[in-house]
């Protein structure tokens, strides 16, 4: 303890000034899981089993992307994760029926499907995949960088290490050379329509809680198709969660792509076992009514009416008004982001209200949410 010329300086704020390593700034974005390895700042993935190896960060982010080049039947990529029971991840699943690309979230060691592609993969081909956060919005790319496969909104897990398993085990310590942690992407893509659905499985990995859709199955050598599997689904579709809680129903969106062999009467079919429905919004003010029948569907739901807005929409300048509200739920209302430089906590706000400041959205609504942010970054 130091006795100064105006109060007592005790040896905790020594420490608390003190610049320590952990308290440097050091590259967070358009860099190597290599690099970021060199100077200390990964570590293997643990709890993944005894097979597959994997590498994430050392420190803690809320938005960013991770991006590597993987083979089919690699498990994929890993963000937000807090450990192996709270974690958000993509799997290719060769094994199933044109739903070879799946997302998934695992809280309190229950895992649910949050949304897949409508596509069958060979096993053994190379994929170039992305894992995108932003806000409450989760996405997944492969193949194309600029317009995600999987999008779904989700308000379980706010902050975590971003990684992948890039290897079928530990000794492949050269594939984190083309693994590379990234700014999250936007925008997304508008869905046909938002409906609400019957869910089945069991909570685990291996049999995940997800929607009970329509199946047409086949085998793809009776349709002239040259894939090593035993059977495709003409009526799958591509879809994303919003903001599952549990029970017995997951409200989903439903997108156009899928593979070109599908039958195009398969929205028909899905559309037809839906318990409800709701057409999708050409502006913000319609968004937010189609939010407040969804929260009456789903009670438990987080999600506000801008982060449903910006799914539905897809328009980027709806965007920060999300992720505003994203920060300001979780650093004022509640204090769930964990683990995360301070320093790059402040960046990313930053960056945040320099996006909201050019939206081109009108004042009020601007102004609001800046207010959301300042407040966030006062903290």
Not at 54 to 74: I, L, P
Not at 124 to 137: E, F, H, M, V
Not at 173 to 182: K, Q, S, W
């Amino acid at each position: 303890m130091i006795i100064t010329r105006n109060r007592l300086v005790t040896t905790a704020d020594i420490e608390d000034r003190a610049v320590t390593r952990a308290k440097l700034e050091y590259p967070t974005e358009d860099v190597s899981l290599a690099y970021l390895a060199a100077i200390g700042k990964s570590t293997e993935l643990t709890g993944t089993g005894n097979y597959w190896w994997g590498v994430v960060t050392a420190d803690s982010f809320t938005d960013k992307a991770v991006k590597n080049t993987q083979y089919v039947g690699v498990p994929g990529q890993v963000i937000r994760y807090v450990d192996d029971d709270n974690k958000y991840f993509t799997r290719f699943n060769t094994g199933a029926s044109t739903a070879d690309y799946i997302l998934y979230k695992t809280v309190g060691g229950t895992s649910s499907e949050l949304g897949h592609e409508a596509v069958d993969l060979t096993a053994g081909q190379t994929q170039i995949i992305k894992l995108s956060a932003s806000g409450s919005t989760i996405e997944a790319y492969r193949d194309d960088m600029t317009s995600p496969k999987i999008s779904v909104t989700d308000t379980d897990i706010s902050s975590g290490q971003y990684g992948c398993w890039p290897a079928d085990n530990r000794y492949h310590l050269a594939d984190i050379n083309f693994v590379y942690l990234l700014p999250p992407s936007s925008p997304l893509p508008k869905p046909l329509a938002v409906i609400e659905v019957e869910v089945t499985g069991k909570g685990t990995e291996e049999d995940p809680i997800r929607p009970q859709l329509p199946e047409d199955l086949r085998d793809p050598k009776e349709l002239g198709l040259n894939l090593n599997k035993p059977q495709v689904n003409l009526k799958s579709v591509t879809w994303g969660a919003i903001d599952y809680k549990g029970g017995n129903t997951m409200i989903i969106a439903i997108y156009k792509h899928g593979a070109d062999y599908l039958d195009p009467k398969r929205f028909e079919d899905v559309l037809a076992i839906a318990k409800n429905k709701w057409k999708v919004p050409s502006n913000v003010q319609e968004a937010e009514e189609i939010w407040k029948e969804l929260k009456k569907a789903n009670p438990d739901m987080i999600a506000g009416k801008h982060t449903i807005a910006y799914h539905l929409l897809g328009d980027e300048n709806i965007e920060p008004c999300s992720v505003a509200d994203f920060y300001h739920g979780n650093m004022i209302e509640d204090n769930k982001i964990k683990g995360v430089p301070e320093w790059e906590l402040r960046r990313t706000l930053l960056r945040w209200k320099d996006r909201l400041e050019r939206a081109r959205i009108n004042a009020e609504l601007k102004d609001n949410h800046l207010k959301k942010l300042n407040e966030c970054l006062k903290k």
